[in-house]
C-alpha cells in the first residue's frame, strides 16, 4: 500500500504548513472565523474524534460535559433570538435542511439575486426551482425587498429566502419588511446570516423571520465545518422530526448533525462572540473610513454606501491596467501584498477585490492603505 | 446579550476540559481516531475557519496548497480500491449522498440487520423503504450474505448495504460474495466500511462493491466530522453530479462538503493510517487473545469466535449482579475502571459492553484484564 502510493506523496503529508499565518488578513471568508485562545486550547483538547462523545447517552444536545445541552438548548436560542436552536455543519447544510422539510420537489423558492451559490446548489438538491429577485445591479446592488411581493403572488413559493448581508458586497437589505411580507402572505422566510450571526446583532424574531442560518467557520471564530440554525417552534416537528425507527434521532441531522472540534470550538469562542457584537458601530465606522481612504486612491467601492458592513467590494481598474504589463499578471498584487505582510484579495484577481476590516486594527488598516498607495506609485 | 446569557453559563464555556485524556482507551468509536502528533500540528495550523481554502480557485478537491487535490484524486482512490474518491462528513453522509443520488422516495434498499442507525436515518431522508437480512441472532449474529438474494428478488431494491463489520459486534460478513451477488443482479452495492477503512485493510474493488464510505472520526485517526467516499466510475456523474447553475459545484457536496480542520488532520494521519493497515494480523490476534482471557473471568464474548476484529461485545452477567447490589448501581463499573486509568464500556452499562483493542497494547490489555478480575474479586 505505502509503496503503491509512494513515499514522497506520504512526505508531504506529514507536514502541513499555512502560508498565511500571522500576516494582516483583509479575507472576507477567514476574518469572522480566527480562533480565540480559549478556541485553540479547546481544539486540541478534543482533537480525537467521538472525544466530545464521552458522556453521550444516545442524544448529542442532551451531552452536559462538554455542556452541548446549555449551548444548544439555552445560549444558541438567547443569541439567535429563536425559539429553538440546532447545529450543522454550515449554514448551507441549514439552509438544505429546511428546504428538504419544508418542499418537495417541483416547488418553488423565491431568492434575492445576491444570494450565496450554495442557495442555489442546496434548492437543486431538494428539486426546488430558484426564483431570484434582481438587485438594481451595477454600482450598489440593492435589494429592494417589496419586489419580493409580486413574485410570491406568481410563483407561491414554498419558502423565502433573503442574505443577510450577501456576501459578495456586504449589503444589508431590508429583513424586517420581508418578515412582514413574509407573514401577509404566510409564506416560511429564511433569514441567510452567514456574515452576520457572529459578527453584528442580529435577532430572528425582530426581523419576523422563521428561521436563521449563520456559519461557524465564517463568522463565529470557529474551525469548520460548523453553523447553527435557529427556528421558530413550529417548525420543529417538521425540520427536527424524528426517525420513526430510532426516537431520539432526527432524520434531517442523520442522527448528531455537527460533532467534533468544530462544536468545541464554536462553544469555546462563543463568549467571546457574544461580546463582540456589542462592538459592530466601531466595526461599521472603521469599514466606512477604510473605504473613504481607499476610494481617495481611485478604487471604486461597490454596494450599498454608507456601507453598513465589514465585507467591502472595490473596482480597482488601476490594479489591472498594471497587471497588463507586469510579468506575474493578475498575481503581482497578491505578491505585493504578500510581502508587505498584508492576505487578501483572491490571488490573481486585480479588477476587483473583496476585503473585510473586520480582524484589522485601524493601525493596520492605515499599513494596508499606505501599502496601496505604494503598490500604485511604485508601477506608476 | 452577554448579561442575559448570564456570565456563568459563559464562564463554563471558556476553559472546556476532557475528563478521559490518558486514560488506557477501550471505546470502540474513539480508539481508531487518536490523533497521530502530525495531525495535533496540522490541527493547530489550520484551526481558522476557511483556513484551508486559501488558495480555492472555486474547487475545494483541486486545493493544491495543502495537497488536498492529490490526497482525494491520487491517494484515497488507491488507499480504497476505487476509482473515484469523495471526502465527506462522515460514513453517514456518504450513505446518505449515495441513496439520495441513485434513489427515488419509495424505493427500497436491503440491508444487514447488523447495520448502523444512520443507514436507515439515511434511507428515511432520503424516503426510502429498508428491508433488513436478518443475522442468525444470539450469540453470533452473523450475517449470511445469500440471504440477500430471495429478498432481492421480492423486492427489486435500488441499493444494497452492507456493514463491513458491523458496530456492535464486529462481524465481517462475507462482503465479496455479497459483491458477486450483486453484479449478478446488477444492483449497485454500498459496503459501509466505518469500522474497517483506515484499520484494516479493505479494498472496494477486490470486494466488487461499487462504492464504499469510511469514517474519519472512526478509525482514520481523524478530528470529527470526516469521512471518505469511494466508488466505480460509472457513479460519478450520478452521484457527484454538478449544478447546473455551477458548472464547479457538486449538488449532494453543496459546493464543497468537508473542509477545515477534521480535513486536514485525515490528510496529515494518513501516511501513519496507511501504515498501521498492514498491521492488522497483529491487531487480530491482540483481540482474539483479550477476548479468551475474559472468557476465562467469566464473560461471554458475543459476535463471530473466533473474531477477526477489534471490536468486542461482552455478555458480563456478574457485573450486572453487582450492580443490583451496590450504591452506585450500574456506574460503579465506569467508576472502577477509571479509578484504574481505564476508559471503555459505557458509563452504566454493566449487563453488556463493547470494547476495542485496537489502541491498546498488550501491556495495557493484561493491566486491563487484571483489572477485571480485581473488579470481580473485590465484590465477590
Not at 471564530?221 to 421558530?232: D, E, K, N
Not at 488601476?318 to 506575474?328: A, F, G, N
Request: charged share 25%; proline share 5%; with cysteine.
Amino acid at each position: 500500500m505505502a509503496k503503491q502510493i509512494g513515499d514522497k506523496s506520504l512526505q508531504k503529508l506529514t507536514n502541513l504548513h499555512r502560508p498565511h499565518k500571522e500576516l494582516i488578513n483583509l479575507m472576507p471568508l477567514q476574518t469572522g472565523s480566527m480562533l480565540t485562545e480559549d478556541a485553540k486550547k479547546a481544539l486540541v483538547e478534543f482533537g480525537d474524534g467521538y472525544s466530545i462523545c464521552d458522556f453521550c447517552q444516545g442524544s448529542l444536545w442532551n451531552i452536559t460535559n462538554p455542556p452541548i445541552r446549555e449551548f444548544v438548548q439555552d445560549l444558541l436560542p438567547k443569541f439567535l433570538g429563536c425559539e429553538v436552536a440546532a447545529l450543522t455543519y454550515g449554514a448551507r447544510d441549514g439552509i438544505f435542511m429546511v428546504m428538504h422539510s419544508l418542499a418537495e420537489p417541483g416547488d418553488s423558492v423565491i431568492v434575492d439575486g445576491n444570494r450565496h451559490y450554495t442557495t442555489v446548489v442546496s434548492a437543486e438538491r431538494a428539486g426546488l426551482d430558484v426564483i431570484d429577485v434582481a438587485s438594481s445591479g451595477y454600482p450598489e446592488f440593492r435589494i429592494e425587498v417589496n419586489d419580493f411581493i409580486p413574485l410570491i403572488k406568481k410563483h407561491n413559493p414554498k419558502l423565502i429566502l433573503l442574505t443577510y448581508p450577501d456576501g459578495n458586497y456586504g449589503n444589508l437589505p431590508d429583513a424586517k419588511r420581508l418578515g412582514e411580507i413574509a407573514q401577509e402572505y404566510d409564506i416560511p422566510y429564511i433569514v441567510n446570516g452567514a456574515y452576520a450571526v457572529g459578527r453584528m446583532p442580529v435577532n430572528m424574531e425582530d426581523l419576523g423571520a422563521d428561521f436563521i442560518v449563520g456559519s461557524g467557520h465564517k463568522s463565529m471564530a470557529s474551525a469548520g465545518p460548523s453553523g447553527v440554525l435557529g427556528m421558530r417552534r413550529r417548525w420543529e416537528s417538521k425540520v427536527l422530526r424524528k426517525s420513526q425507527t430510532y426516537d431520539n434521532k432526527e432524520i434531517e441531522l442523520l442522527g448528531c448533525s455537527l460533532r467534533g472540534v468544530p462544536l468545541v470550538t464554536l462553544m469555546a469562542s462563543f463568549p467571546s462572540v457574544a461580546e463582540r457584537i456589542q462592538h459592530w458601530d466601531e466595526q461599521v465606522s472603521k469599514a466606512q473610513w477604510f473605504s473613504g481612504e481607499l476610494e481617495k486612491l481611485g478604487f471604486r467601492q461597490l454596494g450599498e454606501i454608507p456601507h453598513r458592513h465589514d465585507l467591502l467590494h472595490f473596482e480597482t481598474p488601476m490594479l489591472y491596467d498594471i497587471s497588463k504589463h507586469v510579468r506575474e499578471r493578475g498575481y503581482f498584487l497578491y505578491k505585493e501584498l504578500k510581502e508587505r505582510g498584508i492576505w487578501g484579495p483572491q490571488p490573481g484577481l486585480t479588477k476587483t477585490f473583496k476585503a473585510s476590516t473586520f480582524a484589522a486594527n485601524e493601525e493596520q488598516l492605515k499599513f494596508v492603505i499606505d501599502s496601496f498607495k505604494a503598490i500604485l506609485s511604485k508601477y506608476s
